[in-house]
């Protein structure tokens, strides 16, 4: 990427780091409807690949559990402290996250996902340095198609969902 010339602009986005495990997850902000608690996730009755539902809006949502690779979990770490709000096109989906942070994002400071790294299926679009590490950048839209995701809003289970 190259250096700045004098008079460019960049955006700034508002942007939301979700931690989980080691993973580095960044989304746009208008992305998460909300961010809630786990204590108050209901576990009873889970039907996976949820580990349980949260209210919200009045109306009771499925919540995914995922390690740090974005691989399903049936549990719920300790770590997991809170759950963001994804909407779904026909309601909500909630993802559990060690840590979440509102963070200002400067366009042009991201990279295009390496060849290596690029799967038909990987919700990951970019990524980015970010503190002493990388930091993986996707959207609501991404997510949603990909693996237990895209389960859960399939046509399969959306009456036991939605």
Known sequence: MGAM???????VRNCLLLRID??????PQGDVCAVESVA?????????PSVGRI???GQSWPVLSLNGELQTL??????????????????FLGLLC????????QSGSDYALPAAMRTANT????????ENGL??????????RYGAFAQVTSGHLEKEYV
């Open 123 to 130: 919700p990951i679009q970019a990524i980015m340095p970010f």
């Open 98 to 105: 060690d840590d979440v942070r509102v963070l200002n994002q």
């Open 135 to 144: 930091a993986c950048l996707s959207d609501a839209r991404h997510l949603l």
């Open 74 to 91: 049936d549990n719920i770490p300790a770590a997991r402290r809170a759950c963001v709000m994804l909407a779904t096109g026909k309601g």
């Open 40 to 48: 108050d996730l209901n576990s009873e009755n889970a039907l996976a």
């Open 55 to 57: 209210a919200y809006l």
């Open 22 to 27: 080691k993973l580095q997850l960044m989304l």
């Open 5 to 11: 010339m004098p008079g460019m602009k960049t955006e």
